[in-house]
């Protein structure tokens, strides 16, 4: 069976290298589909890809604006130094002087299809304030602020197995002043190894301090004062004093963000667009 595509032939080997470079991922995203499933849908993406890959290809070439030489043996020097140098390249490719060549003519290939893509994005429209809002709408987990906790706390560092009984007998003493109603930033100031500026934490979502001690913290409410925990710094006592539920942000305050990310897909949905009306010119043959 021969596939062609405008009269020009693909290999069956380009269908399987193409299948090797996205089966990580794919099968990550497909990894409770039925195995002889999903080898055959790998198969027809792979397929689909290089159909795709060659018409772009076939389109840049007959473009009669060429690229020059200069550019061509620009870039190839910019790769040569991306891989460590000459010989590195090279030996990473596989490759030897001999093939530069070849090299020169994947690369003038390469930039032209790169610039015939970069042509179709660009003439892609701005987005309207309607497209903007309703993609604001539609995407409104991306716009969020994540819960955040606003504490405070009391360390004792631990620097070796002594150290620890002490730091426990100072960290209680402090738990103590707290129960009888000490202010917590005061007996912070007293009993924390970290410098006063360090006792107030501010607000923080999840992710910013290590697991343990979030683990505490989030599982508190405004007011809560921790029991002594453990972590890998040492051993704590928190407080605190607010916290906030995750909310949207303001449009305005994401805007930017918002243009952005709706005019990148607005660019690929043209690029997609585009190969669309190439694949329904052109000739594709499987016999």
Excluded at 106 to 121: A, F, N, P, S
Excluded at 143 to 157: C, F, L, S, T
Aim: glycine share 4%; charged share 35%.
């Amino acid at each position: 069976m021969t596939l062609t595509v405008n009269g020009e032939e693909i290999r069956e080997t380009e269908i399987r290298e193409e299948m090797e470079r996205i089966r990580s991922d794919y099968e990550r995203v497909f990894q409770d589909m039925d195995p002889v499933l999903r080898e055959a849908q790998l198969l027809e993406w792979s397929r689909e890809n290089v159909i795709e890959r060659k018409l772009i290809q076939q389109e840049a070439l007959s473009d009669s604006e060429d690229i020059s030489e200069k550019k061509v043996a620009s870039t190839l020097r910019d790769l040569k130094k991306q891989h460590g140098g000459e010989k590195k390249f090279y030996q990473q490719l596989n490759l030897s002087q001999a093939d530069e060549p070849v090299i020169k003519e994947d690369i003038h290939l390469q930039l032209k299809v790169e610039r015939l893509i970069e042509r179709v994005r660009s003439q892609t429209p701005e987005p309207t304030e309607d497209e903007i809002r309703e993609y604001y709408e539609t995407n409104t987990r991306q716009y969020m602020a994540p819960e955040q906790v606003h504490a405070a706390h009391i360390v004792k560092h631990i620097q070796q197995s002594a150290d620890e009984p002490l730091a426990r007998k100072a960290l209680q003493e402090a738990r103590q002043k707290l129960e009888n109603g000490a202010d917590f930033i005061e007996t912070a100031a007293e009993y924390s190894d970290c410098p006063p500026n360090e006792v107030d934490l501010g607000y923080f979502p999840r992710g910013r301090m290590v697991e343990r001690f979030e683990n505490v913290v989030f599982g508190m409410e405004p007011g809560d004062v921790s029991d002594i925990f453990s972590t890998e710094y040492g051993m704590h006592i928190t407080k605190v004093f607010d916290r906030k539920q995750p909310e949207k942000y303001p449009l305005e305050q994401v805007r930017e963000d918002v243009v952005k990310e709706l005019t990148e897909e607005k660019k690929k949905e043209a690029v997609e667009k585009y190969i669309d009306g190439l694949k329904n010119q052109s000739v594709i043959k499987d016999e």
